[in-house]
């Protein structure tokens, strides 16, 4: 059974600081990497992914890949009040090649 | 240009009945992924359709089924509901064949349909 895993926190910071999410997953042979943001009784919306090792920057959202310890990360700079969202963690897995989410982390940023 | 379009956006049905949930992709998207979320849970897939062609189903019974019409939109089948089926179910584009290349798993969702199971 491949699995994502994610603290279901809540993670709160204050406004200004970085957030840093935190993911790991079970298969991997996983190739791609991505993050979803999920507002409060919204459809979860993309905002990054990575392929490749290492880090992956747009804007004040950090992707970070670790393939060899199984580990994905995304590090929101400067939070806003308006980053407070569940954000799901998601990896494209097994022979479908559909996406295996994770339960996804609260996010609250206090201003 | 219109998002992924599901309709309805709420329903509520009782155990034993059937239910038929719509999706209409973005234009010029082919493919179309139905996933099931339960509230507390990350989004579980259930079906993926390309070209009409089902090209992937995740570990949902039978009584789930779906299909792909000529102009993309899908619809999502589901007999004999259980008070468990109780979930958010999402529809997502994608221009291309979940699995394939770089640009697939890049998930376009729409604002799903709320079913309720009394």
């Known amino acids: 059974q491949k699995e994502v895993e994610q603290n279901s926190g809540p993670l709160s910071v204050p406004e200004g600081a970085i957030a840093s999410l935190n993911c790991t997953y079970s298969?991997?042979?996983?190739?791609?990497f991505f993050w979803y943001r999920q507002y409060s009784g919204k459809s979860p919306e993309l905002i990054m992914f990575?392929?490749?090792?290492g880090d992956k920057e747009d804007g004040r959202f950090t992707a970070q890949l670790n393939k060899a310890s199984q580990y994905v990360s995304l590090l929101i700079r400067d939070s806003q009040p308006s980053d407070s969202a569940t954000y799901l963690c998601?990896?494209?897995?097994?022979?479908?090649?559909?996406?295996?989410f994770g339960k996804g982390t609260k996010l609250s940023v206090k201003p | 240009d219109a998002g992924v379009t599901q309709s309805p956006t709420h329903l509520i049905k009782t155990r034993g009945q059937h239910v038929t949930l719509r999706c209409s992709p973005i234009?010029?998207?082919?493919?179309v992924s139905w996933y099931q979320q339960v509230l507390g849970q990350g989004p579980q897939f259930i079906f993926q359709?390309?070209?009409?062609?089902?090209?992937g189903r995740g570990n949902f019974p039978d009584r789930f089924s779906a299909r792909q019409f000529p102009n993309y939109s899908s619809e999502l089948n589901v007999n004999a509901l259980l008070l468990g089926d109780s979930a958010l179910y999402l529809c997502?584009?994608?221009?291309?064949?979940?699995?394939?290349?770089?640009?697939?798993?890049?998930?376009?969702f729409g604002s799903g349909t709320q079913l309720s199971v009394l």
């Open positions: 298969d991997r042979g996983s190739q791609s």
């Open positions: 234009s010029g998207h082919k493919s």
């Open positions: 359709y390309y070209e009409k062609e089902e090209r």
């Open positions: 997502a584009s994608s221009s291309g064949p979940v699995g394939q290349g770089a640009l697939s798993g890049k998930l376009f």
């Open positions: 990575i392929y490749s090792n």
């Open positions: 998601a990896v494209r897995g097994g022979s479908q090649g559909n996406l295996i």
